[in-house]
């Protein structure tokens, strides 16, 4: 098989943004399991929802991408509030089980709420940008797809100066890394659980919101996501932020090749193969863990 | 309520159940029995590793449709009986299960949760990708239904028959397993790993046994199912099973395995008869489960020891 350099570099792209999208999604789950210990079943659906709005958001506003792109971003933090206050606060430390069973829940009346409301048939949306884009040499990318991945890593950029360098990130870290010692200097885990709640699902909210104008949006999109979104965690170590986008770029990249010449079977099935193999040789991921680490 | 009052008991209910039949000529009702029984014995294959055992399984689902799969390529591909087709079923997900659980349990909790569902996922994917296999989203149509010993079960009520001896059978030998030394270690393992440690027991083993005979009955259970709908396709693996094996066990009340049986049966029952569209069913489904999270979160049987408890105590005072 002779390959040619063209299509690998198209694919390559791909890759990364497939990547990068992955990330976004996999870095808030990463982030709520730092700070609380649970696992968020109702990620994938808040990335639905971002789609959703910028579906809504777009015609209102004449179809501007960034005014509805910041719209979107803003209603699903909203949603990740209301989420947090209404069911997650009423979670003790190490309810593992019974966040994922409340998570869970949540996700099936969302998803069946938004069909029972807007049907399960594809909508497109379109922007101002159309389907222009750039070429360079046979390679042809579209501006909703550069935009999406420039900020995506733009956010991860924002994400890792929060967590680094303000009060309100640091806190996050001290309770992922020692709760008691954070309560004795005075730091309030319900308060940062809720921070740390609504900053994921803005990360989600982008996501779903960058992703509306590329692919077709349905009520049934964040579930797929959320899948390999969880095993990329797996991968990368659970609550090990950097360690999931990392991955999260690594198995968009493997996906996108595979894709390229090999059946979709394969393309499928390489992140259960990846993380099987990531627990065997690594139990605790990829990269090592000793609470939330930004760097 | 002790043994000896709860075992007459269950064979009372089960002899009646036996008869359901004879009372409605309704394919209808017979159908919906069917549904009953197996989700039943599905539910209480996951309450065995839940309940029992502590660990939150969402790999029943696969191990659902592998059987279903297997028990149905067995028949139509390989040209074996529907027998064979159930025996492969339950071996190939012990298998499964066991390469699977060994690299799963040696992590944390957290992870054995997200793996049992990424390989879940994974086994949709292959239903709905590998068309070479499965015949992908087309499915495999026209099922035909067993027969044993020159007699043919053919008719609704005759396969009632069949998944009723199932059922029983499996259900029996659940209750067998989990009310003995073995299902006693499981429930130690759950509320007190580092003492059964202590004890001089392995847990690795202990799981790794509840985790595959849980497998291979669920495999069973999703062959007998896939013969009573008489096509497989990939909504065989759609998430509302699983939704429906949790919300059974968590209502009936994970741990109890009288609670879960009896939850299994009105449960599967319940919303038939009240005939909700597809979409409205899951929205209620839903909020059932995020409901009993908060109100009982150890489920109807839980709710009913802890008053006993709290009346033994009053009795104490």
Redesign the interface.
């Known amino acids: 098989m002779t390959i040619d350099a063209v299509y690998l570099l198209q694919l390559t792209l791909n890759g990364i943004a497939l990547g990068l999208l992955y990330a976004l999604v996999a870095a808030g789950l990463s982030l709520i399991?730092g700070v609380m210990?649970i696992?968020n079943f109702a990620h994938g659906e808040l990335l639905m929802l971002g789609a959703f709005a910028m579906t809504f958001a777009l015609p209102v506003l004449g179809l501007l991408y960034w005014p509805a792109l910041a719209a979107s971003i803003l209603a699903i933090m909203m949603v990740g509030f209301a989420i947090y206050e209404l069911?997650l606060s009423?979670l003790k430390p190490d309810e593992?089980?019974?966040s994922?069973?409340?998570t869970?829940?949540?996700?099936?009346?969302i998803?069946?709420?938004m069909?029972?409301l807007f049907t399960a048939t594809p909508r497109m949306v379109d922007t101002q940008y159309g389907f222009e884009g750039i070429e360079i040499g046979n390679i042809r990318l579209t501006w909703t797809r550069i935009i999406g991945a420039g900020a995506a890593i733009v956010a991860f950029v924002g994400l890792y100066m929060v967590l680094r360098y303000t009060q309100f990130g640091r806190a996050m870290r001290a309770i992922a890394q020692n709760r008691e010692a954070a309560l004795m200097v005075g730091i309030r885990p319900r308060v940062v659980a809720r921070n740390a709640v609504v900053l994921a699902a803005g990360l989600c909210g982008l996501a779903g919101a960058a992703i509306a104008p590329i692919q077709l949006v349905t009520p049934y999109m964040g579930?797929?996501l959320i899948?390999?979104a969880?095993?990329l965690?797996?991968i990368g170590g659970?609550g090990n932020i950097p360690g999931a986008i990392v991955a999260a770029i690594g198995l968009g990249l493997i996906e996108s090749w595979i894709g390229g010449f090999f059946?979709?079977?394969w393309q499928?099935?390489a992140?259960?193969v990846i993380?099987?193999v990531v627990?065997?040789v690594r139990?605790?991921g990829l990269f090592k863990r000793g609470g939330m680490r930004v760097g | 309520m002790k043994p000896s009052t709860i075992l007459p008991l269950a064979l009372a209910a089960a002899l009646a159940f036996a008869l359901l039949p004879l009372v409605t000529s309704s394919n209808y009702i017979v159908g919906v029995g069917i549904s009953a029984l197996i989700f039943t014995v599905a539910a209480a294959a996951l309450n065995l590793v839940y309940g029992f055992t502590g660990l939150l399984s969402f790999a029943q689902l696969g191990f659902w449709g592998i059987g279903g799969y297997v028990t149905a390529l067995t028949v139509v591909t390989f040209g074996g009986s529907f027998w064979w087709g159930l025996l492969w079923a339950a071996l190939l997900n012990a298998v499964v299960a066991l390469v699977i659980g060994y690299p799963t349990l040696r992590t944390n909790r957290h992870a054995f949760v997200v793996v049992t569902l990424t390989f879940a996922l994974l086994v949709t994917l292959i239903a709905r990708d590998w068309v070479d296999l499965t015949r992908g989203p087309l499915g495999i149509p026209d099922l035909p239904k067993p027969s044993a010993f020159g007699h043919h079960f053919g008719s609704t009520s005759q396969y009632y028959w069949l998944a009723w001896a199932f059922s029983v059978a499996m259900l029996a030998f659940l209750y067998a397993l989990c009310s003995s030394r073995i299902g006693r270690t499981l429930v130690a393992i759950k509320q007190n790993e580092p003492l059964v440690r202590a004890q001089g027991i392995s847990p690795m083993p202990y799981k790794l046994a509840a985790f595959a005979i849980a497998a291979a009955v669920t495999g069973a259970a999703g062959g007998v199912y896939t013969f009573h709908l008489g096509i497989i396709d990939p909504l065989f693996l759609d998430f509302y099973y699983m939704q429906t094996f949790l919300i059974i066990v968590i209502i009936g009340g994970a741990g109890s395995f009288w609670g879960v049986v009896a939850a299994g049966l009105v449960l599967s029952a319940l919303p038939e008869a009240l005939r909700f569209s597809a979409d409205f069913r899951m929205i209620i489904y839903g909020v059932i489960l995020v409901a009993a999270m908060f109100v009982m979160p150890s489920g109807v049987a839980g709710w009913l020891r802890e008053r006993r408890i709290a009346r033994l105590r009053e009795q104490l005072r």
Not at chain 1, 104 to 109: A, C, F, M, T, V
């Open positions: 399991f210990e696992i069911l009423r593992f089980e019974r994922i069973l409340i869970l829940g949540l996700s099936i009346i998803i069946h709420v069909q029972y579930q797929f899948f390999k969880f095993a965690v797996i659970l059946e979709i079977v499928e099935a992140v259960f993380m099987i627990l065997f139990p605790d």
